[in-house]
């Protein structure tokens, strides 16, 4: 490289490293996983921000992984394509038209991977994927043994500014594996050091698609307040802890509706008949749900949405 080339580059590093937060991926380090799963998901959200597809097999590793990263993932397949995406929202990539973008992640053969792929889409409409376009696909050649740091760079159109959608995938023979970690996407065409946001502020990003109120069982056991509609039912509200990209598109539930509870003023708890549902009247900063048991309620009392045991969860889901 001549010494311009070298100025250059290191023009390019500082410029990136000036404009504050550098990485478009949330949740690169895949240390985040409020949904819990450690291994045995085939298809759709794994880690948070990460969905999985054409797999047999996926776990989460926490040893034997490059030295900056605790935790990354592993995907396995007999046949196909296992592919680890991100989807990336239309406001998060307004600045890029017509810019090179540079991802770069940690990859390596476990057993039998052979090629490593990478490929850069963008949405058809804003953040809707139901049509993209593939900008390019790089094969990035053979897969280590060894964690190897991959790059690959591409130049954004304006149809780009719709929402991002970066896939890595392999192929392989028999049964193969490959381990995943450190993915970045970013402005330019220099890859920089991963950037190592705190845990707090990465979950809080990852929260703003998803969010799982977990009870422990005890003294957390109480989801939300509300008042009573009726003598069957109950409207609770639960504040979530960040701004949802949009109001929540589903709740995701615990077990049954025997594992749920309202408990009005300072009696005991009644417990409902069918698990909650979610209300219209739900928003990007509340959950508004209902409860309802067989009777025993006063109607226009307060109460609280409750847990009956640990390990209940009421789950919200905003992702793209």
Not at 186 to 192: A, D, P
Not at 198 to 212: P, T
Not at 242 to 271: F, H, K, V, W
Request: charged share 10%.
């Amino acid at each position: 490289m001549t010494k311009a080339a070298e100025l250059a580059k290191m023009g390019e590093v500082l410029t990136n490293s000036s404009k504050g937060r550098t990485n478009l991926i949330i949740n690169g380090d895949m240390a985040i996983n409020q949904r819990g799963a450690t291994s045995g998901i085939t298809s759709g959200y794994f880690v948070d921000r990460f969905t999985l597809s054409g797999c047999s097999a996926s776990a989460v590793i926490t040893s034997n992984t490059p030295t900056e990263f605790p935790t990354a993932i592993t995907v396995s397949a007999t046949s196909g394509n296992p592919i680890v995406t991100q989807k990336i929202e239309s406001k998060n990539v307004q600045h890029l038209s017509g810019k090179v973008v540079t991802a770069s992640f940690f990859a390596k053969n476990v057993s039998n991977a052979t090629t490593l792929f990478v490929s850069l889409q963008y949405a058809g409409s804003a953040d809707n994927w139901g049509s993209s376009t593939t900008i390019t696909e790089h094969n990035l050649g053979s897969l280590s043994s060894d964690w190897v740091k991959y790059t690959a760079s591409w130049t954004v159109p304006s149809g780009g500014l719709n929402g991002l959608q970066l896939n890595i995938l392999c192929a392989g023979s028999s049964t193969f594996t490959m381990g995943v970690t450190g993915v970045m996407l970013q402005e330019g065409s220099v890859s920089t050091p991963f950037e190592h946001r705190s845990f707090g502020e990465e979950l809080a990003l990852c929260q703003r698609y998803y969010h799982r109120h977990v009870s422990d069982g005890s003294s957390q056991n109480m989801f939300g307040v509300g008042f009573c509609d009726s003598s069957t039912n109950a409207t609770v509200q639960i504040h979530f802890p960040t701004t949802m990209r949009d109001q929540p598109s589903a709740l995701e539930t615990t077990g049954t509706a025997g594992n749920y509870a309202i408990r009005e003023g300072g009696g005991a708890d009644i417990t409902c008949n069918a698990v909650p549902t979610m209300s219209g009247d739900t928003t990007p900063n509340v959950a508004v749900l209902g409860f309802t048991t067989s009777g025993s309620l006063t109607a226009d009392s307060g109460c609280m949405g409750r847990a009956v045991s640990s390990g209940v969860h009421l789950s919200f889901t905003a992702e793209l």
